[in-house]
């Protein structure tokens, strides 16, 4: 959100916003490709380790950044930046989401409630990022806001360097480099659908969405900052409960009904959207139907992966699962810019709509 909002201000266009984010997200593709078969050899305590101390050195990276660098010049070192930051990321998520597993084991009720509360926890988080992306530039400005974050990461990774202790996730054989290729059919479907599903929500969600917010509507930033906070706290908070919306039912089965249903509530608002009626309303209205909708779809995809693998093979395939998420938020960030330009923000979710139909016949595959 700094990044975004402090760029958009710079006079930075869609496109050239959503290029700074593209190694990020290519970054995230190789990390959780490699990162698998990394933590598969050498644990997860290190891989979570790396991955903190990646993020500090990121933000402390990003702060150096002057307002009278070219444009060239600055968008590359953004860009680098901001791969550091992607591999940052995904080395822990695929750490802390790799270890549910370990920890808990197959027992179903409770692998799913706990994939639920990890994956809305970290939804919930992010979106306080938000919010505080979008006060912090406003009070404190891009730089000293980047050195407070450093500093409160560097707190995390000593706290966890003391307290860390167990060693979890090396595989009990010598993983083969061509074993990250080597997946069941309902992973490889999976994974496939994953990378529509996020491809469908970052095609108007990462570029799209906040410029519009502050271009169209005049929204300040720390209004969009709120307001995108809000989202994603509540969808958050709707995936830490998804066993709430689908135990009834079996699980697969429910991943197909929920991606279809979100198809149809994405296909609708791009259509309102498209005929300009009632614009505001009906994409708050809209936004808060798509979170409810993705957020059970991504948090039963987070189990379904875990409940698809074994122990001696859960990072490996979190890995490659997680690395079809980057593609998709890879591709879908590079579309938000050039849709956006296209055709405003109704183009970005008639997309979305079409990817969310692909992901629904990928999901249909895994109910075999």
Not at 254 to 270: N, S
Not at 302 to 316: E, G, K, P
Request: charged content about 10%; overall charge positive.
């Amino acid at each position: 959100m700094l990044v975004l909002l402090y760029f958009h201000e710079l006079g930075y266009t869609p496109m050239q916003l959503g290029t700074l984010f593209l190694l990020y997200e290519f970054c995230g593709v190789l990390t959780n490709l490699f990162g698998g078969w990394v933590g598969s050899r050498v644990g997860l305590r290190i891989t979570l380790f790396a991955g903190i101390a990646i993020q500090i050195i990121a933000l402390m990276m990003l702060s150096c950044i002057s307002p009278n660098w070219t444009t060239a010049l600055s968008v590359s070192y953004v860009m680098i930046s901001q791969a550091l930051s992607g591999i940052a990321k995904d080395l822990t998520k695929m750490s802390s989401k790799s270890a549910v597993k370990l920890l808990v084991g197959d027992r179903e009720k409770t692998l799913f409630k706990w994939v639920s509360i990890l994956t809305g926890s970290k939804n919930a988080l992010k979106g306080v990022g938000f919010l505080l992306g979008g006060v912090m530039l406003t009070w404190l400005g891009f730089v000293d806001s980047l050195w407070l974050m450093a500093i409160m990461l560097t707190l995390v990774l000593m706290i966890s360097l003391i307290y860390l202790k167990q060693d979890m996730g090396r595989s009990k054989r010598k993983v083969k480099f061509t074993q990250l290729f080597s997946k069941s059919a309902q992973i490889n479907w999976l994974s496939a659908a994953r990378f529509f599903l996020f491809a469908s929500r970052d095609v108007w969600f990462v570029v799209a969405l906040p410029i519009f917010l502050k271009s169209s509507l005049g929204w300040s930033f720390s209004q969009v900052g709120s307001f995108m906070a809000a989202w994603v706290i509540g969808y958050g908070i709707v995936q830490a409960n998804t066993p709430k919306f689908v135990r009834k039912t079996d699980t697969p089965r429910a991943a197909g009904f929920w991606v279809f249903l979100l198809t149809l509530a994405t296909a609708a608002l791009a259509l309102v959207m498209q005929m300009d009626f009632h614009p505001i309303a009906a994409l708050l209205i809209g936004l808060a139907i798509f979170g409810f909708i993705f957020a059970i779809n991504s948090s039963t995809h987070s189990y379904l992966i875990l409940a698809f693998t074994n122990d001696d093979h859960v990072v490996l395939n979190v890995g490659f699962y997680y690395m079809a998420n980057a593609w998709g938020r890879l591709v879908g960030t590079l579309l938000s810019g050039i849709m956006f330009l296209l055709g405003g923000l109704a183009a970005c979710l008639w997309t979305s709509v079409g990817m969310l139909f692909a992901a629904w016949i990928c999901t249909r595959k895994i109910q075999n």
